[in-house]
């Protein structure tokens, strides 16, 4: 049966994908964008199923009023898939106040907010499902990259719980974490204003490898991104609150959670060494 979907970021990419799938697999969709020309394809091809509205994330006003206007046109939201996002390349020294704010509120702050909207809809028909796109930087980090691993972090942390608070009114959360694939993501990436040339020996390298990232023979394509997210939305199975999504993305996240057990495994064996330690007998377990 099909399902009313909101979904974020449809002018391009992951969400493009996603949204044309979704269509054309007999889902009604709001599709939103802030280049709303990105989103007439879809309407066109699906003008009864698909709803395209204009949303920027920055602008409460306008998420308010794109829920608002979902919700009518589709007589509910079933699903929200907070997928749009554009990434900010810069040092933790080269980073300003206004732009990380500007990052926290594409990457945390408007998906919160969408979050917050929908929640009571999802409530009041007693279920719901929300995906928050976050990216395997959601569990690492990279360097250049601190303002958008910043956020992807805080949206990860807020997602887990969220994910409990749900449950008992039958909310499921989803986070997705992709790896590399084939969008205008390295390309719309904004650098930060200041440079600090000393960080070329660490962020360079980074920086070109994403702003390549649709040109890298690794990267999967977003066909398969959608394929994947629509398969785990008609799973009749509990879903995990964390899924990686491509191949890639494994690799990344099981190097990650091995470092990360490592770290632990280090911090206790030094803090039980610590003269200054104040646990019984042998320390922290
Ligand atoms: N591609 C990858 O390798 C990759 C990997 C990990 C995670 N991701 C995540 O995947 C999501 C989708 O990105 P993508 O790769 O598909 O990139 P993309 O092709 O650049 O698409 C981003 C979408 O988000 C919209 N958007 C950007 N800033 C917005 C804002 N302030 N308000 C409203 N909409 C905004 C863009 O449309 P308008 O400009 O028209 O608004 C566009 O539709 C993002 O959250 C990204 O962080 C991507």
């Given at each position: ?111 919160w907010r969408l979050t917050r909207l929908v929640l009571p809809l999802m409530r ?31 949206l990860e942390g807020m997602s887990q719980a969220l994910a409990i608070e749900g ?17 205008r993501y390295g390309i719309s990436l904004a650098e930060a204003r200041h440079r ?90």
């Amino acid at each position: 049966m099909g399902r009313r979907w909101l979904v974020t970021g449809c002018s391009s990419g992951l969400g493009r994908a996603l949204a044309t799938a979704a269509a054309r697999a007999g889902h009604s969709l709001a599709v939103t964008a802030r280049r709303t020309a990105g989103l007439d394809e879809l309407a066109a091809a699906w003008p009864d199923r698909v709803v395209p509205l204009r949303l920027e994330l920055r602008d409460a006003a306008s998420c308010e009023e794109a829920v608002r206007t979902a919700a009518d046109r589709l007589g509910g939201i079933d699903i929200l898939v907070n997928n749009a996002g554009a990434g900010l390349f810069g040092a933790v020294e080269e980073v300003s106040d206004t732009e990380l704010r500007d990052q926290l509120e594409t990457l945390l702050i408007g998906p919160w907010r969408l979050t917050r909207l929908v929640l009571p809809l999802m409530r009041a028909q007693g279920n719901g499902h929300i995906l928050n796109v976050s990216s395997v930087v959601g569990r690492m980090a990279f360097p250049g990259l601190a303002a958008y691993v910043a956020g992807k972090h805080a949206l990860e942390g807020m997602s887990q719980a969220l994910a409990i608070e749900g449950a008992p009114h039958n909310i499921r959360v989803t986070v997705l974490e992709p790896g590399m694939f084939a969008t205008r993501y390295g390309i719309s990436l904004a650098e930060a204003r200041h440079r600090v040339p000393a960080y070329d020996v660490t962020n360079r390298e980074m920086l070109e490898g994403t702003r390549g990232v649709a040109d890298n023979p690794e990267t999967g394509h977003p066909d398969d991104f959608a394929a994947a997210v629509l398969d785990m939305v008609a799973a009749d199975v509990p879903l995990p609150v964390r899924i990686p999504v491509g191949d890639d993305a494994y690799g990344y996240v099981d190097q990650a959670e091995q470092a990360s057990r490592e770290e632990f495994a280090a911090a206790r064996t030094l803090v039980r060494g610590l003269p200054s330690r104040r646990w019984p007998a042998d320390g922290p377990r």
